[in-house]
């Protein structure tokens, strides 16, 4: 079983940058890849990036490419999305999602376990 806590949204302005948090419990985060998503009001929730168990590989989201880059830290069961160059269209509830296996994918149905979610809001 995996929990994971996400932190690290708020309002900022466009062109600003933002890095939330995605803490995991559990001694399995290793061997676990992760993934970030978000869903904005009256739509569907998308793939923003993913990073395999490793840390080694990363997938983004075309709309993102180029500004967000996903980490993680295994000392601390952390990954992290950094986002720079935000827009008023990155507005949405951002969720870290964990799978236990060592690849990453972009489908929100091949990851097993979520946290609640953090806000993250750009607007001037």
């Known amino acids: 079983q995996v929990q994971l806590e996400e932190s690290g949204g708020g309002l900022v302005q466009p062109g600003a940058s933002l890095k939330v948090s995605c803490v995991a419990s559990?001694?399995?985060?290793?061997?676990?890849?992760m993934a970030w998503f978000r869903q904005a009001p009256g739509k569907a929730r998308e793939f923003v990036a993913a990073?395999?168990?490793?840390?080694?590989?990363?997938d983004y989201s075309d709309s993102v490419k180029g500004r967000f880059t996903a980490t993680r830290d295994s000392a601390k069961n952390t990954v992290f999305l950094q986002m720079s160059g935000l827009k008023p269209e990155d507005t949405a509830v951002y969720y870290c999602?964990?799978?236990?296996?060592?690849?990453?994918?972009?489908?929100?149905?091949?990851?097993?376990?979520w946290g609640q979610g953090t806000q993250v809001t750009v607007s001037s």
């Open positions: 990073i395999g168990a490793r840390g080694n590989i990363a």
């Open positions: 559990g001694r399995t985060f290793g061997t676990h890849a």
């Open positions: 999602a964990a799978r236990p296996y060592f690849s990453a994918t972009r489908l929100d149905a091949d990851y097993l376990y």
